[in-house]
């Protein structure tokens, strides 16, 4: 039988238990990732988030600090993840007639020793939840996703990106 190891599977120890990967001997070098995602709705809601009218305030202010706070959170919510220092976490939500609702996109960057795809995932999730949770009250109906990362650059495995 092949070894979790040898089967590629580094999130799990030779006797087949969780561990976190030991990334220790990783050069810290410049990492970043981007995600998005998006939050379809009513036109009227839109309509209010962009009025500024519902009653909780400024949905795509809060959304985008929930996000950039999400980002810096990550490790605390995915068990296996590395807590990292991040550069920067830049999270933008724009309005998107077509679904109609917004599209989320952040990008995360640190100069360290593992990936920040986790913690742009993180970012997009959260913001939008927080849109959702902002505007529920006039409209329960709203649907999240697919959220994805678009792209990421640095260490061992070199750049890539969707599509």
Do not use: F, N
């Not at 995932?121 to 994805?148: N, Q, W």
């Amino acid at each position: 039988m092949t070894s979790p190891e040898a089967a590629g599977l580094s999130h799990i120890d030779a006797e087949g238990s969780a561990r976190m990967v030991d990334v220790s001997a990783k050069a810290a070098t410049l990492r970043s990732a981007t995600a998005s995602g998006s939050i379809t709705m009513k036109p009227e809601t839109l309509a209010a988030i962009q009025s500024h009218s519902l009653k909780k305030g400024d949905v795509v202010s809060v959304a985008r600090i929930a996000g950039v706070m999400a980002a810096k959170k990550t490790a605390d919510l995915i068990p296996l993840c590395h807590p990292l220092p991040l550069d920067d976490v830049q999270v933008d939500l724009v309005v998107d007639q077509a679904l109609p609702g917004l599209r989320c996109t952040a990008t995360v960057r640190t100069t360290g020793r593992t990936g920040v795809e986790m913690e742009a995932i993180v970012a997009v999730t959260i913001a939008l939840v927080t849109v959702y949770d902002m505007a529920k009250a006039v409209d329960r109906e709203m649907s999240i996703g697919p959220v994805s990362v678009l792209r990421k650059t640095g260490g061992a495995s070199g750049d890539w990106s969707s599509g």
